[in-house]
C-alpha cells in the first residue's frame, strides 16, 4: 500500500480510485496508486507518457478515462 500521505490528488474511475502525490513526513510525493473498491486492494500505477511529478495540494479530477492534474506544489 502507499506510504501515509495528505494533499493528495485523487480521481475516481468506476470502482476505481487513483492517488498522486501528496505530502508525507519525508516531502512531497510523485508516485500513483490505484485502490480498486471491489478488490480492496492498492496497485502501484506506472506513468506513461507525461507524468506530473512532485505534486501536493493540487486539483485533480478524471475526465474521459484520463486523470488531470492541475497546479499544486512539489
Do not use: Q
Request: glycine letters at 18%; aromatic letters at 10%.
Amino acid at each position: 500500500p502507499p506510504k501515509p500521505r495528505y494533499h493528495a490528488g485523487i480521481a475516481i474511475f468506476g470502482n476505481k480510485i487513483i492517488i498522486h502525490g501528496g505530502s508525507s513526513v519525508f516531502g512531497s510525493l510523485s508516485d500513483i496508486w490505484m485502490f480498486d473498491t471491489n478488490e480492496l486492494l492498492f496497485s502501484e500505477i506506472r506513468a506513461i507518457g507525461d507524468h506530473p511529478g512532485e505534486a501536493s495540494g493540487n486539483a485533480t479530477g478524471g475526465l474521459s478515462g484520463n486523470m488531470i492534474v492541475y497546479g499544486g506544489k512539489g
